[in-house]
């Protein structure tokens, strides 16, 4: 129908104009005058018909026919510059332009009245995908309350800068993302993770951009720009999966440019079959060929396909599950393996100190300090949990840090070289540690020396279990992937019931398992959920890369192809179960649409059409097209009892 030609000239810095040319684009709605005033046409020309009023009834249809038409003739001239000539759109100019030429003025101008319907319905479809941007990005705040010395000024958002103080009012939306340094409220982020329920927030938590403050007031430090906030990310990456397309989508396309052509040479045929035969033209036959360019016309076909991927990528936003474009959609409908992190994923991640095991006399305060330091220089959550526990605020400047991805950190402070990590990067650095320590924990070396070692705990997810036995009874391989020891990798997949396991692993090597897995994979496609800090490799090479709770936004948002917003694990379930409710549709779609072609194909050559007949089958399987790809949106999995959705 021509809703689907979205494109942007350049991707601007912040993805928001972009992101709003698409809807603006996939919105071009008929205005609803235009769509039914061809039809009170045709309802007056009947009238007048009975009247034998037959020259102002074919006026009325000639009216209505320009109405309704001139969108299309429209599009097809700016088709035609552009090199597209072989689409829907020439199908239903040539076929409605005959019947004109045969007299039948009321059967064409119902034709291309039918197919302004259709637009306008689909136009009205593809609106309602796009809800979530439009929410998010229409309903940020104009103005942002930036302290600048000692007052408040009231800024654009985009002047304000990494590290600068804001107030947010009770009812206020958050224009940046941010952490809480005074004040206690709750936060609805609903717009960004789906949960309806309000988040408390105190200080040291973390705020997204386009969440709204809903009761006291609040001082936050931003910790990105206007640009590379939360919101407006998240609208560059609805963007850039608006734009991709399945190999599914592509042979459509591929299928269209061959299909038109080849209609047009056998309606040809038809017409001119008399004049082969009989050495003349027929009325009759110009009549079936026209019969067989309407029964032809592939609407239903080319827009059951895009519209269907689409609205999936709005439906699962509204579930705070934002899928990058409708490849991964696919793909996730696919999924026969799911290989998990452990820590931060099917865990709490929120480590505490258990216990402090010093070594060669070393003080056990003086460990705990040491390794606050180094801690603090780290995102990991194990390097976090011991600084958290020393109450270690950031490192300070006179520490340099440098880190060793899935190994530890590697810290200087004045004339001190602080090791904290793996027993590994200790032992590359030449220092020797303890064999055979049994649980989750970190060694501590300085200055050449082994100091120590901290145990720490933590606990699987409450949702968890369940969803893993619910991936289990979707027929889904599972696989527990950890840079852990052995034993503690092996009691938390016991717990779980999950069979398959590999512990002590590089982020590189959960990779390797990753390939290793799609070479001996008999079907369906691989996922990997992991935290989006250490796991940013496996992300990107699973088939579906999927990164959950704030880290996952914050981190994964290029890595990932699926964020879970949502801080449910339940969501994984959720996700793969509505994406196999989308590609039954879009399935469904595509075998109503070639089904009904080939049996009023065969109709029409054996001569039991006429165009009536083709006008409504063509429009009626478009409409049955569009109102089935709507069950996408109405999908409620009966067995989810996760939070409602609500809609900002």
Not at 310 to 339: D, F, Y
Not at 389 to 396: A, D, G, I, L, T
Request: neutral net charge; proline residues 4%.
């Amino acid at each position: 129908m021509g809703l689907f030609d979205m494109s942007c000239e350049e991707t601007c810095s912040s993805g928001c104009s972009c992101i709003l040319q698409v809807s603006s684009s996939s919105e071009r709605i008929p205005s609803q005058w235009r769509v039914f005033l061809p039809f009170l046409l045709l309802g007056g020309g009947m009238v007048f018909s009975l009247f034998h009023l037959h020259t102002v009834a074919t006026a009325c249809s000639f009216a209505a026919y320009l109405f309704a038409g001139i969108s299309l003739f429209q599009r097809l001239q700016s088709h035609i510059r552009r090199g597209k000539i072989f689409d829907e759109n020439l199908l239903i100019a040539l076929a409605t332009l005959g019947a004109m030429g045969l007299g039948e003025f009321a059967e064409s101008a119902l034709v291309m009245s039918l197919h302004q319907l259709g637009e306008y319905l689909e136009g009205l479809a593809t609106a309602k995908s796009h809800l979530s941007v439009r929410s998010l990005l229409h309903n940020m705040p104009e103005v942002a309350h930036v302290k600048r010395g000692n007052t408040f000024l009231d800024l654009d958002p985009q002047e304000v800068k990494e590290g600068e103080m804001l107030l947010i009012k009770p009812g206020e939306r958050i224009p940046l993302d941010g952490k809480v340094i005074g004040g206690i409220s709750t936060l609805d982020v609903s717009s960004i993770t789906g949960e309806s329920q309000p988040l408390p927030i105190h200080k040291g938590d973390f705020v997204w951009s386009g969440t709204i403050n809903r009761e006291g007031t609040i001082l936050i430090e931003t910790t990105t720009d206007y640009h590379h906030s939360t919101s407006q990310r998240i609208a560059q990456f609805l963007f850039t999966a608006l734009q991709k397309r399945t190999p599914t989508e592509r042979f459509i396309t591929t299928f269209a440019r061959y299909y038109t052509p080849l209609v047009l040479i056998l309606a040809a045929g038809v017409f001119l079959f008399p004049l082969l035969r009989e050495g003349r033209l027929s009325s009759s036959a110009l009549y079936q060929a026209l019969i067989l360019l309407m029964i032809s016309c592939p609407c239903a076909l080319v827009i059951s396909i895009p519209l269907g991927f689409l609205m999936g990528i709005g439906r699962m936003a509204r579930e705070g599950i934002l899928v990058k474009g409708s490849q991964p959609l696919e793909a996730l409908s696919l999924i026969g393996t799911v290989a998990f992190d452990k820590t931060g994923t099917l865990t709490e991640g929120k480590f505490r100190v258990k216990e402090v095991f010093p070594f060669n006399g070393y003080p056990r305060e003086k460990i705990l300090e040491l390794a606050a330091i180094a801690g603090s220089c780290s995102r990991h959550p194990l390097a976090q949990a011991i600084a958290k526990h020393h109450h270690m605020k950031p490192s300070p400047d006179a520490v340099t840090c440098g880190e060793i991805p899935g190994m530890g950190v590697i810290t200087h402070i004045h004339d001190l070289k602080i090791v904290l990590g793996r027993k590994e990067l200790l032992e590359r650095v030449g220092i020797p540690t303890p064999a055979d320590l049994p649980e989750t924990g970190v060694h501590v070396g300085c200055n050449g020396a082994y100091w120590g070692f901290i145990l720490l705990e933590d606990t699987p997810k409450s949702e968890v279990k369940e969803t893993i036995n619910a991936l289990h009874s979707m027929g889904i391989e599972i696989y527990l992937l950890s840079g852990d020891q052995e034993n503690i990798v092996g009691q938390v997949a016991q717990e779980l019931g999950i069979k398959k396991f590999f512990a002590r692993l590089m982020p590189d090597e959960k990779v390797g398992i990753l390939e290793t897995l799609k070479k001996e994979k008999k079907g369906g496609t691989i996922a990997f959920v992991g935290d989006g800090i250490n796991d940013a490799p496996a992300l990107a090479f699973a088939d579906v890369g999927m990164a959950m709770g704030e880290q996952g936004i914050g981190a994964a948002l290029e890595s990932a192809k699926v964020i879970l917003a949502h801080p449910s694990f339940a969501k994984i379930k959720v996700a793969i179960t509505l994406a196999r409710h989308i590609r039954r549709i879009i399935w469904q779609n595509i075998g109503l649409s070639i089904g009904a072609k080939v049996v009023f194909l065969l109709l029409t050559f054996q001569g039991e059409m006429s165009l009536w007949e083709a006008v409504f089958a063509d429009v009626g399987i478009m409409v049955l097209v569009l109102f089935n790809t709507l069950r996408i949106l109405r999908h409620k999995d009966e067995k989810d009892q996760t939070t409602p959705i609500r809609t900002v």
